[in-house]
């Protein structure tokens, strides 16, 4: 319910030169300063009246114009308050609380063009969103931004994880950690810690129709807004009237309560699809990691494993154990050659002479399983785009519901044709590749096909608006542990992603490898943990499609273990997190949607960890049998990854288990009620 109330702030008139407005959250907690000083906009934050955020800088740059940042008068103030519940399709949590106060400062220049400039603060108790409107006005219609003022300037040398921006490999690069005084221009989602244990996660949401947001470092402990750029430098091109992105401070009590903030998705837009029927979560199995470790080829030849009969063989496992798809690669042709530099030669409707897909498609129906489609483009958006309509229809025909997308293309490697038909070379994060992705969403959904995206834009909470954006990439997933030279992902990587990448929302990391030594066909390379954290990381990494990414083989070697996966959601009622430490350790409990079964997944880095933990979120009225997948007496991720046992406990909310996690390792536990 929306309501509007008066007085949310209080004006305070400085002497001469400022003015200043303050909104609160709803409890309090957090407090932001609006600060017009001399004709110039800033902002502080607050929590419980210590400042975090100290007067940071807003406004804009434009191209061939004076800067929308200063000569500002404040000519309207707006409030509201929203305290709602609304439903999410799929995801962590089922209901979500959205309960903000809402300040909206109108400014025009008080001479010159007398341009206008809103700027709209939402303040919840767990965090701060802020955006910029430019209204339709007279003096300023198509215009381009060459910088936003935007500051973070921070009052503390926090510890940060980061990982660089404008990298060759996109997002695809191990996290660092260091004081926020020596970081580089970095990516978002951007997580901080205090001494205090205290969690700030700086990113964006309802990223739309403009450039991503980067954090370069201008002070000490201050940062500031820079967007990716087109190439030829502009950063936004737009017209009046425009909305920017959110931009987001999540401000947490310890890094825990991080995973379980709802802000981003909070500042999206509600759901725009009326029929999401058609939009199912779920588990799938697919002719894909024996591609990476050298099994078989994506390109047709001897060793092509998209064939008809491998991809039999997968639906009959699939149909088997339960799962909802089958993911193919390689199937389409245009994989021959190089074709990171030759992303044009794909057709996304012409299988190879050895794949076929009606046969397949059909063969699947009659099994209860879909083929989930795969398009790689190598970069060659325009190749992509030209097809993708006809490929949609394509894959709709056929009873194709789950695409795979894949932009596997390096540093300014996407060609654009400009409005003088030259060629030009953009950045995947810039704003031309952002109307890209959402296009392929929006064009998606005319189709009911459900998305994962690798290589994408990040996740700024669009899933909310278009639910059938499932999930995406976006950081190192496992397939770096197949085949790269710098040792695969250390064990402390995945104990990092929760609290920073995965804030953005949803990740396909591809877990559930079950032959940690690779030793028959990459016996250089290896997962980095136990067989038990593969296991946990089905409740610690939240997908709403999830894959049990090795082969089907080495599941059968292990069918014991292979529970769990066969067993566990990917949509969930509840979201609660027992232990949290970046870098270290995390323990999360999910409840199921659709039943009243819970699960849990604790992980470590390469330390060994003893940790408590207390099962009050089960029903107090109920006992649950407890089925325990951990880490054996002698495991350890380098010299015994395979040591895991089985174990059952009848359990209760007064419980309190010891968890046990092995250096590297991990707990996967179960439970489901019980009579008494």
């Known amino acids: 319910m929306l309501k509007r109330i008066w007085p949310l702030f209080f004006c305070l008139f400085l002497p001469l030169s400022a003015q200043q407005i303050t909104l609160q959250s709803p409890s309090g907690i957090l407090k932001v300063n609006f600060i017009l000083d001399q004709g110039r906009p800033y902002y502080q934050v607050y929590r419980f009246n210590e400042i975090l955020i100290d007067s940071s800088r807003l406004g804009f740059v434009l191209k061939n114009q004076p800067p929308l940042d200063a000569n500002f008068k404040i000519t309207d103030l707006t409030t509201d308050s929203v305290d709602q519940t609304w439903e999410q399709v799929w995801g962590e949590a089922a209901k979500i609380l959205n309960h903000y106060n809402q300040l909206i400062v109108r400014l025009q220049e008080k001479s010159g063009l007398q341009r206008r400039l809103n700027i709209v603060f939402r303040v919840y108790d767990d965090g701060i969103g802020f955006r910029y409107q430019l209204p339709d006005q007279k003096n300023l219609k198509q215009f381009a ?82 967007l990716v750029p087109w190439s030829d430098g502009v950063k936004v091109k737009a017209q009046t009237p425009m909305i920017s992105p959110w931009r987001t401070i999540q401000i947490a009590e310890t890094p825990g309560d991080l995973i379980t903030s709802y802000l981003i998705l909070n500042l999206n837009e509600p759901n725009k699809l009326k029929d999401v029927s058609w939009i199912k979560p ?7 990691w024996e591609m990476h470790i050298g099994k078989s080829t994506w390109s047709s030849g001897p060793k092509h494993g998209a064939t008809t009969e491998n991809t039999k063989k997968y639906i009959d496992f699939a149909a088997k154990y339960g799962f909802d798809g089958v993911l193919v690669e390689g199937w389409n042709t245009g994989w021959d050659g190089d074709w990171i530099k030759n992303g044009e030669k794909f057709n996304f409707t012409t299988p190879y002479p050895d794949f076929d897909i009606k046969q397949l498609t059909a063969y699947a129906r009659k099994k209860g399983v879909q083929l989930i489609g795969h398009n790689e483009t190598g970069g060659s958006v325009l190749n992509y785009e030209a097809q993708m309509e006809d490929a949609f229809r394509f894959y709709q025909k056929l009873g194709i519901h789950i695409v795979k997308t894949g932009y596997v293309a390096h540093g300014r490697e996407i060609k654009r044709i400009d409005e003088n038909g030259q060629v030009q070379y953009e950045m995947h994060h810039g704003q031309f590749m952002v109307r890209h992705y959402r296009k392929v969403v929006e064009t998606a959904a005319r189709y009911h096909i459900m998305l994962d995206v690798h290589e994408p834009i990040k996740d700024t909470g669009i899933r909310r608006t278009y639910p059938n954006m499932m999930t995406r990439e976006g950081a190192r997933g496992q397939e770096f542990n197949a085949w790269s030279a710098d040792g695969g992902n250390p064990p402390e990587h995945t104990v990092i992603l929760p609290f920073t990448r ?33 296991l946990a990381l089905y409740v610690i ?136």
Not at 515 to 532: C, E, F, G, H, K
Not at 643 to 666: C, S
């Open 541 to 676: 990494i939240f997908s709403p499609l999830q894959m049990a990414a090795d082969l089907p083989e080495n599941y059968e070697a292990h069918r014991d273990a292979f529970q769990f996966i066969i067993d566990v959601p990917v949509d969930w009622e509840e979201t609660r997190v027992l232990h949290a430490r970046i870098g270290d350790y995390v323990t999360i409990v999910r409840k199921d949607r659709h039943s009243d079964e819970w699960y849990l997944g604790s992980i470590t880095d390469e330390h060994g960890r003893i940790l408590k933990a207390p099962l009050y979120f089960l029903d107090q009225n109920r006992k649950y049998m407890a089925e325990i997948y951990r880490d054996g007496d002698h495991a350890d991720w380098q010299s015994a990854p395979l040591d895991y046992f089985i174990e059952k406990k009848i359990v209760d909310a007064n419980t309190v288990l010891t968890l046990r996690l092995a250096p590297g390792g991990g707990t996967a536990i179960r439970f489901y009620p019980i009579e008494k």
């Open 502 to 534: 995965l804030l953005a929302g949803p990740m396909d990391f591809t877990p559930g490898i079950f032959d940690i030594m690779l030793s028959q066909y990459r016996p250089n390379n290896r997962v980095n943990t136990t067989l038990a954290k593969q």
């Open 282 to 288: 779920g588990k799938y199995v697919g002719i894909w």
């Open 145 to 226: 931004i060459m910088d936003e003022r935007t500051e973070f300037n921070f009052t503390h040398d926090y510890s940060a994880w980061w990982i660089k921006a404008y990298q060759w490999n996109r997002y695809e690069y191990l996290y660092q950690n260091s004081p926020l005084s020596q970081i580089d221009t970095v990516h978002t989602p951007f997580t901080m810690e205090g001494n205090d244990g205290l969690a700030i996660s700086i990113h964006e949401a309802s990223l739309t129709d403009f450039a991503s947001m980067t954090l370069a470092r201008t002070g000490r402990y201050k940062l500031e807004a820079d």
